[in-house]
């Protein structure tokens, strides 16, 4: 009597069975990747022996499709048996696996359930019913395309791997999983930049933050990669859409890796859209999904339309602001007090007064006093007359001062366009006593912004010792250079 031979696994209070000829190994999960926008069965990506696979948790797909998904559960050390039909293979999580049996067709009979249906038929053993799965229908629900059966990808295949011809690729982690996306794909990264609430707003969205003077949405990578909420983000990618801008929050950017073509492997199905998954990278035990980030935020365009439209629309004044390092502190000043920025030229120490002054240099036949924030460069007066401090170092000059102040500084970071209403200001009386008058974000950084007044004022508490003191040291220059043409 003809007979086959089954791999009997159990879902929970229930049996399955699934034909030997089609079962290429058992094997335990140590860790798995979720796919982005999958269907809630999927349960993600493993890196068996090095290949890729897709895994399907069975119990949901089976017996409760209409049930919704946590997709935090852990699947660690769970059991995965690994179905081969024709060089293709998927992984299918069960609870355990109760052996090989051997059934006679006499035993079995054709399932109710409908064409193409994962169960084909069942049979009894022992009073207890087994369904068989139908094989070939579930390896048709989730594999696409043939052709790539072998698993790698052809160079040629995906435009996003042609526009950054090294392969470069940013690693992220989103929760506990890590994900890759093209570094052509991404703008700028920053940190623990401040997040501005938003309204009517989908629940991906969890705020707008500050780029360059531009408010940007920020959509949670767990909420799209896993459909779930997790930590705080503490990084973010700004992605550039055309011409609008849009923040991914990610809990770690880890590195950034060059790989070559045939280091990127295509798995032979996709889920979702076809151009969300782009390939997948193999680290150890690790299957990384290098991502489109342009495919995945397709849906969340309308929302980004009227969100940059909604904000156009508000009336808000712009400043410019000059940002600079003082060692290895950053600052700003509002371009309008800036007179001009010069090099370092030979500075004149002045006797009795404060330690920020450096002393005098000369600017286009004016003397400037030359102010050291942060009296980083005190004790150094001969230093900078050498020629690699002339090179480096810069003076910001300041206007509509009476008598002209500098400040001394060691790097230009740029000018950078920011809205007043997102300036963090101290009070008025604060502001008016204090060096600094306020903060602005910068790409994730508190940059405190340059009160120019008390800078101004300050000087001209001493502007006329100032004078006296230069008198009297270009009198003494005049009196040497006599003395030595008499000599």
Excluded: W
Excluded at 135 to 147: A, G, H, I, N, T
Excluded at 373 to 378: A, V
Aim: overall charge neutral; glycine content about 6%.
């Amino acid at each position: 009597m003809p007979s086959e031979k089954m791999l009997v696994f159990a879902l929970e209070e229930n049996y399955f069975a699934v034909p030997l000829n089609f079962v290429s190994g058992i094997a335990q999960i140590s860790s798995i990747t979720p796919l982005p926008l999958a269907t809630k069965e999927v349960a993600g990506l493993v890196n068996y022996y090095g290949k890729i696979l897709m895994v399907v948790d069975m119990k949901i797909l089976i017996k409760d499709l209409e049930k919704a998904v946590d997709r935090a559960e852990n699947f660690q050390n769970a059991k995965m048996v690994i179905l081969n039909n024709e060089g293709l293979e998927i992984g299918i999580i069960v609870d355990r696996v109760k052996g090989i049996k051997e059934i006679e067709e006499d035993n079995s009979k054709r399932s109710n359930e409908p064409e193409g249906s994962i169960i084909s038929h069942e049979y009894i053993e022992k009073g207890v019913v087994v369904n068989v799965l139908n094989v070939q229908s579930l390896f048709r629900k989730y594999m696409k395309d043939e052709k790539f059966a072998e698993g790698k990808i052809i160079k040629t295949e995906r435009e996003i791997l042609q526009k950054t011809p090294e392969n470069e690729f940013v690693i992220f982690s989103s929760g506990e999983n890590s994900y890759a996306v093209s570094s052509s794909e991404i703008q700028y990264i920053i940190k623990d930049a401040k997040i501005h609430n938003v309204t009517n707003a989908p629940k991906e969205v969890i705020g707008k933050i500050e780029f360059d003077g531009v408010l940007v949405p920020v959509v949670s990578s767990e909420y799209l990669l896993a459909g779930r909420t997790g930590k705080a983000s503490r990084r973010f990618l700004i992605i550039r859409n055309g011409n609008r801008l849009f923040g991914i929050g990610v809990s770690k950017v880890e590195r950034v890796v060059k790989l070559m073509p045939e280091d990127i492997y295509y798995p032979p199905y996709l889920i979702g859209s076809e151009n969300e998954l782009v390939g997948v990278i193999l680290e150890q035990e690790q299957a990384i999904p290098i991502l489109s980030m342009d495919a995945l935020l397709q849906k969340y365009q309308q929302y980004f339309v009227e969100f940059t439209e909604s904000h156009e629309k508000e009336a808000v004044e712009e400043i410019s602001i000059l940002v600079f390092k003082i060692a290895d502190s950053l600052f700003g000043l509002e371009s309008d007090y800036v007179d001009s920025i010069s090099k370092l030229s030979p500075i004149t120490p002045i006797d009795n007064v404060p330690s920020t002054v450096l002393g005098v240099m000369n600017y286009r036949q004016e003397n400037v006093i030359v102010i050291d924030l942060l009296e980083s460069n005190k004790g150094l007066i001969e230093e900078l007359r050498s020629e690699k401090f002339k090179d480096s170092k810069k003076v910001i000059i300041l206007r509509n001062c009476e008598f002209k102040a500098g400040i001394l500084v060691d790097k230009l970071e740029g000018i950078f366009k920011t809205q007043l209403n997102l300036i963090t200001t101290l009070s008025t009386t604060q502001s008016e006593e204090k060096l600094i008058k306020g903060f602005m974000q910068l790409r994730g950084f508190t940059v405190p912004l340059i009160n120019p007044r008390n800078i101004v004022s300050s000087t001209n508490n001493f502007k006329d010792l100032v004078k006296k003191e230069t008198e009297k040291n270009n009198s003494q220059i005049k009196k040497e250079k006599k003395s030595k043409r008499r000599g």
